[in-house]
């Protein structure tokens, strides 16, 4: 279990970082997350550039996105114990991942507007110096991995990805794609492009049996 190496002088602050919109569509995270993500983001990838001084670009650029992700976000909340803290509405199978994320950034977000960013990037830095040095080697996303695939199989084609209607709240919208190649389709779904797009990566490499 990670202890949040934090302790809030405004508890109303921190009860806001933990209330998603569907429990109070006025005083909710929204706001503390969209702060919190950026900081999130500077935080790790400054991190990254100092713990992995040989890697390209490329490569830094994967490990950010899977240390940000929904899913290591998530795990982040659950090992913090949020789970049982955060303040929700309905909350589905398929929105635990995000609704942890989101406050997730939201707590970070909210320490940063407290006590300033030095703070809130060594209370991250304490949590992500171990998650980033996890892997020996850099990642490579489903995207990444199905695109190599095809073009090896296919001499030089790409996977085709086609953007469908989003679901959902029009303020919280649920992304879809649908990617195809070799000869096969699969759907992906997530809080952004992106994620769905990945997400669709993944579905189609399973059913290529990769």
Do not use: C
Not at 85 to 100: E, F, K, P, S, Y
């Amino acid at each position: 279990m990670i202890k949040l190496k934090y302790k809030f002088k405004d508890e109303s602050l921190l009860e806001m970082a933990l209330t998603q919109s569907g429990a109070n569509a006025t005083h909710n995270n929204e706001r503390l997350e969209f702060v919190g993500d950026r900081v999130l983001g500077l935080t790790v990838a400054e991190l990254l550039y100092q713990m992995y001084p040989d890697e390209s670009e490329g490569e830094l650029a994967r490990r950010h996105a899977m240390l940000v992700s929904t899913e290591t976000l998530a795990r982040v909340a659950n090992e913090l114990d949020l789970a049982n803290r955060v303040h929700h509405g309905h909350m589905t199978a398929g929105r635990i991942q995000h609704i942890l994320a989101n406050a997730t950034e939201a707590l970070f977000g909210a320490i940063f507007l407290e006590s300033g960013f030095d703070v809130a990037r060594s209370v991250i830095a304490d949590i992500w110096r171990d998650l980033a040095a996890a892997d020996a080697t850099a990642p490579k996303d489903a995207k990444t991995t199905l695109q190599e695939l095809v073009q090896r199989e296919s001499g030089g084609g790409l996977p085709k990805y086609e953007y469908l209607e989003p679901t959902g709240a029009s303020h919280n919208p649920t992304f879809n794609v649908r990617v195809t190649a070799l000869g096969k389709s699969a759907t992906g779904k997530g809080a952004s492009k992106k994620v769905a797009s990945i997400e669709a990566a993944a579905a189609l490499l399973k059913k290529l049996a990769i």
